[in-house]
């Protein structure tokens, strides 16, 4: 009986940013408990790699492009879908940025303002362009990528901007969830420790900080995408049917100490 809560048969699932890493790793976990997926990518090769590899797994997938900082092109590919008689019933607010390593002081106004757009503005487009039809339908599971970095403040790297970033996805979560909760839409957020990602694995400079950031985890180890993804499916499906405005550590343990 309660394995079935987990299955989002039927669903559309959109998942911005879904061609790699994690959001590629929700959407193949959606895909696999049942939902037909919609991947939202800026590059039209990314979202095709990532459609790709969820059709050779057997999943109904399609790729879209789409900038998550142009609230037009997302007001307009839920409309589309809602158009076509299949709204979105499940949104993955998955796409991020996340540079890192400059101090406060030396952060450029453009820094600060890409990372606002995408991380903070991205999110909010998206959860009103497809809430909107949520709402109308009374029914609805959005699940944010949030970060244990929307709690604590990383060392060694400074990262002001993304933390603030993270902090203010986890508060548009409680406050949406509260808003929406009596239309039938459940907003919930993971916050993940370091994943390893290509948000992670390209920079360079994180080679010498990982031995700090392990030590700094009661569990001694970075996570898996899949490790995102299994919460992420949980807080989507109705196995999550009483969680709403929850931010749900998954980490390692990391915010313990
Ligand atoms: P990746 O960089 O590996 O993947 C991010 C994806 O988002 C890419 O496909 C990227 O596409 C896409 N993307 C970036 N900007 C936009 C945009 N403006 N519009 C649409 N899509 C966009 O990141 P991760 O998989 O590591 O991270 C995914 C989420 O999880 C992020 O929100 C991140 O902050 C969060 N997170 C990650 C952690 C980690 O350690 N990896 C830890 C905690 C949270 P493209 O590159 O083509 O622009």
């Given at each position: 009986m309660q394995l079935k809560r987990f299955r989002v048969d039927g669903e559309l699932a959109v998942v911005t940013?879904?061609?790699?890493g994690i959001g590629l790793a929700c959407a193949e976990a959606l895909g696999e408990a049942g939902a037909r997926l919609v991947l939202i990518e800026p590059d039209e090769k990314s979202g095709e790699a990532g459609r790709d590899a969820l059709r050779a797994k057997g999943y109904e997938a399609e790729a879209l492009v789409g900038d998550v900082t142009s609230s037009a092109r997302m007001n307009e590919i839920a409309d589309m879908l809602a158009a076509r008689?299949?709204?979105?019933?499940i949104l993955i607010n998955n796409a991020g940025i996340g540079e890192s390593g400059v101090p406060s002081e030396n952060v450029t106004d453009d820094a600060w303002l890409r990372m606002m757009n995408v991380n903070v503005n991205g999110v909010f487009w998206c959860s009103r362009a497809f809430g909107r039809h949520m709402i109308a339908g009374r029914r609805g599971a959005i699940v944010n990528l949030g970060s244990m970095s929307g709690t604590i403040c990383n060392r060694p790297q400074p990262q002001t901007p993304y933390n603030v970033s993270k902090a203010a996805v986890h508060h548009m979560t409680h406050s949406m969830a509260a808003e929406w909760a009596p239309h039938g839409v459940r907003v919930n957020a993971v916050a993940p420790t370091y994943i390893e990602t290509p948000m992670v694995n390209?920079?360079?400079?994180n080679r010498d900080r990982i031995p700090i950031w392990l030590n700094d985890t009661p569990m001694g180890r970075m996570g898996q995408a899949e490790e995102v993804a299994s919460a992420v499916l949980f807080l989507a499906s109705?196995?999550?049917?009483?969680?709403?405005g929850a931010v749900v550590p998954v980490d390692g343990g990391f915010t313990c100490w």
């Open positions: 940013g879904g061609g790699r008689g299949t709204p979105a019933t390209a920079n360079p400079a109705d196995a999550a049917s009483l969680m709403t």
